[in-house]
């Protein structure tokens, strides 16, 4: 698993933000730190009420100069649905193909549900230079980050 010190696997994924456009993570160090907030599906109320945290914060973020992107497995479409539903203003990353949670080594499976490869609810934020300077892992999905660390990670980055 990637942790802090790291350098943060670089990609490039679908980006919804009203839109669909590329990311490339190593193309964006200049809008770092990049808080990287991972999250196992769309539409799902722990989810929903995380990306809904991070939104009503988001001034705080920007106020450290912080950017604020969610990821999960869902496609770009649905994405773009999900921040439309919620009224989200950071853009989501599509990991569709799962090789995102590869690189960071947080895929999770809901057996039981037949649910396989998604997210672990996770957040990584990456400075300038592309290092992972806080990361946080929970095996719970029911468990959210500590948003206060978070934004104090992102302050420290």
Not at 29 to 41: E, I, K, S
Not at 109 to 131: E, I, P, Q, T, W
Request: with cysteine; net charge negative.
């Amino acid at each position: 698993m990637v942790d802090e010190g790291d350098a943060a696997p670089d990609f490039t994924a679908p980006l919804a933000n009203g839109d669909i456009a590329e990311f490339t993570l190593s193309e964006n160090l200049d809008d770092a730190p990049l808080v990287l907030a991972f999250f196992p599906g769309a539409f799902t109320s722990v989810c929903s009420h995380e990306m809904n945290t991070f939104q009503d914060r988001l001034a705080e973020f920007k106020d450290v100069g912080a950017t604020v992107y969610g990821i999960s497995v869902d496609s770009p479409f649905a994405q773009n649905e999900f921040r439309d539903k919620l009224g989200l203003e950071f853009g989501l990353i599509s990991d569709a193909d799962k090789e995102i949670i590869d690189e960071y080594d947080i895929g999770m499976d809901f057996a039981d549900l037949g649910v396989h490869d998604v997210a672990k609810r996770a957040v990584f934020v990456v400075n300038g230079d592309g290092d992972v300077t806080y990361a946080w892992v929970s095996d719970d999905p029911g468990v959210e980050p500590d948003y206060d660390e978070v934004e104090s990670a992102a302050a420290d980055a």
